[in-house]
Structure formats: C-alpha cells, structure tokens
C-alpha cells in the first residue's frame, strides 16, 4: 500500500458520512439484513414520463456532442426565465451556468472565490459537503450553530459575530438540509442587513429545495437588491423532479463570477451530459402543478413522520417546513445504555439504530448538529411506518 504517497489534500478530506452509512445499509442488505435505509437523500419517485419523452427524443435528434462548458443557450435561457418567473430574479444567459449537478455548482463558487487563509461561514446544521469544498479550498469553515429552539435558522447578531477581515464566504441553504427549515423574507433580509455591511462578503444560496415547500413562502437571497451583486444562487434538478441520476444543476451569479465558474469548469468536467440538458429544458418549462403530486406526497410522509417520531420516548422533534428531512434532537440517550450498547453521542446512536433496528440514519455530527440525527422521509409510506417502529422498539426495549 503506497497511501503514504497521496496528497494531504486527499487524506485530509472526509468520506461523506451520507455516503458512507449507505454503503454500511448496502452492504448488510446483500448479506441478508433486512435494513431500511432512511440515510440518502433521494426521492422514491421515477422522472416524470414527459421529460423522459423529451430526452427519448434528444437522442433519436443526435444529441451527442460535446456541449458547451457553460451550457446550451437555450437552457440558459429556460433557467433566467426560471429565475424570472419562480424568484423575481433577472439573471441574463451569460450570468447562468450549468454544472454536472448542484454539487459542482457550489465547488465551482467556491474555488473561484475562496483563497488559502480564507474564512467561509457555514450555517450549522449544514450539508455536509459544504465544510468538504471549503476543505478543498484551503479555506477555514467558521460554524455558526443553531439547534432545535431556533428552528434551526441562524439569528443576525450570530451572524455578525462570525464576520471578521478574513470572512470571504456565508453558505446558506433554503429549505435546509438536513433540518427542512425555511428562511422567511424578514428572516433572510436580517441576515442581509448584517451582510450589506461587509463589501468582501458575498453569499452562496443553495435553493435545490425550492418546490419542495410545505408553508407556501420561498425567498431568495439575490431578491433584495442590495445583495444582488453579492450572491451567487444555486439550483438544480435531482430533488424536485425526481432527477438525482441526471446530475444538472445550476447557478446565477454576478457576470465576472459566472465566467470564473466557466473558466474553472472547463478544466475538470467540461460541459454537462447533452441529453440531460435537453430534458432540463423540458422540466424548467413545465408549469409547477406537473410535480406537485410529487410535492403532496412527501407532505403526507412528512406528517406520518413527524407524529411517529414525537411518540417515541427522548426524541425533541422540529416539524419541517420543506425539503424532505426531519432532524430530531436525541441527546436525551447521551450517556445511557440501551440494550447493551452505551451511547456517547450521534455516531453511536446512528450506529445503534443500523445494528439493533436495522435502520440506516446519519449522524447529526455531519451535518454540524452533534445533538440530532437526520432521517430522509423520501421513502415509502409502508418503509416509514416500520423504520419507526423499529427505532421505537429498539430504543424502549
């Protein structure tokens, strides 16, 4: 083994513990376990049938060259009318830029952006590769945390004390993952307030949870005026229309910083895959009410859920206002030996459930928030009912 010869850049990024609990899930399944995997964020949905038409027909019209870096045109085009239409935001084509999935949208902001030294803002709880990227970047996270009595949402006065000379970057995401809350606009122009005083402080907005809205409110950050210049926005595809494999995702930005993401892009994936593109098209130009049984499905889950987790004895729950998560508080089991297992704290209590429910959850610690786990409620109504059966069986045991 030569693992000695890897860059410290790789041997000092973590595996993604989403990732990684599925793997354990797999892996018990294929040895005959029974396991429920509520770990990955993914939709139990298949891709709409009009959108697979369209993608259908972008291979028998020969779609199959290389496309742009930045995009098609006509995509970007689907996307500032997007922005126009669902966020009141005016985005020209050239300020557009379509990545191999959100996830390279956010790399992309940040490397152009973040220098060595560099202090990034993350909002605990966070997704967990945002901490990841600014890793890579050789930038320092800086963690703002908020737990369950906040709702999971940072507070202005948080926000200002993080702020110092070296402060380049704030993550936020909106709905969060992996706590499902929603900003509100007096919320978001708070924090905005805070920001417009920092001319060396620009925002990156994840959004990817936009339709996936249970409280009818969504605000976007690059709304306000005075933080248009200051933001870069990041969507995508993979959650709303069921299109996680599709891997499209996108930003709108300030010019200057759309080409950066460009230039960037251009040296490591290129433009993304022709017949996904064509079938974004297709989605972005759908009206909302094609996805909404989709919308009114993981409500009810959402629901089921959160009644079902309040019944079990220790656990403070957080009801969701979007996406597609609940994260409750199980820092009650801190200390405590159930079933012979002694639980010290997040990582044994997701390991717990793995081993004695055969529930797959991720650790809290992840995503910045030590005290909870997350659950992903995207799958079925039938695997809900008997994870959390076993979860609470397990833990009253």
């Not at 396991?35 to 027909?57: C, H, M, Q, W």
């Not at 969504?218 to 926005?233: G, L, Q, R, V």
Request: a negative charge; aromatic letters at 10%; glycine letters at 6%.
């Amino acid at each position: 083994m030569n693992e000695y010869l890897l860059s410290d850049r790789i041997k000092k990024l973590p595996v993604s513990q989403t990732i990684a609990m599925s793997a354990k899930a797999r892996e018990l399944k294929e040895s005959g376990v029974d396991v429920i995997s509520l770990s990955l964020g993914e939709p139990d949905f298949n891709t709409p049938d009009f959108i697979k038409e369209d993608a259908k027909k972008a291979i028998d019209d020969n779609y199959n060259s290389y496309t742009p870096v930045e995009g098609y045109l006509d995509l970007r085009k689907a996307i500032s009318k997007k922005f126009k239409r669902d966020n009141n935001l005016d985005y020209t084509p050239d300020q557009i830029v379509v990545s191999t999935g959100a996830k390279q949208s956010l790399a992309n902001a940040a490397m152009v952006l973040l220098n060595p030294g560099d202090e990034a803002i993350l909002a605990a709880p966070y997704w967990v590769s945002y901490e990841a990227i600014i890793d890579l970047c050789e930038a320092e996270p800086v963690i703002i945390h908020s737990e369950i009595d906040q709702h999971f949402k940072i507070l202005p006065e948080q926000l200002e004390a993080a702020i110092t000379p070296k402060t380049k970057l704030v993550f936020l995401n909106s709905p969060g993952n992996p706590s499902g809350a929603i900003y509100s606009k007096e919320e978001l122009r708070a924090l905005a307030d805070v920001l417009v005083q920092y001319p060396q402080v620009y925002v990156i907005y994840d959004e990817i949870y936009e339709h996936i809205n249970y409280c009818g409110y969504h605000h976007s950050m690059a709304s306000f005026p005075d933080m248009y210049e200051k933001t870069i926005t990041v969507n995508g595809l993979s959650k709303a229309f069921a299109m996680t494999g599709w891997r499209v995702g996108y930003i709108g930005a300030p010019k200057w910083i759309a080409e950066a993401c460009t230039k960037m892009q251009g040296q490591i994936t290129s433009g993304t895959n022709c017949i996904a593109q064509r079938a974004a098209i297709t989605a972005l130009e759908a009206p909302k009410e094609k996805i909404q049984y989709m919308i009114d499905s993981l409500e009810e889950r959402k629901i089921l859920v959160t009644k079902l987790l309040r019944e079990i004895p220790g656990f403070q729950v957080y009801e969701p206002k979007g996406a597609f998560y609940i994260l409750p508080d199980i820092s009650y089991y801190f200390g405590k030996n159930i079933n012979g297992y002694h639980i010290k704290n997040a990582n044994d209590f997701a390991m717990f459930l793995l081993e004695k429910a055969n529930v797959a959850t991720v650790t809290g610690e992840a995503f910045g928030t030590p005290n909870c786990i997350r659950l992903s409620y995207a799958a079925s109504k039938s695997e809900l009912m008997e994870a959390l059966s076993r979860i609470k069986k397990a833990v009253t045991s």
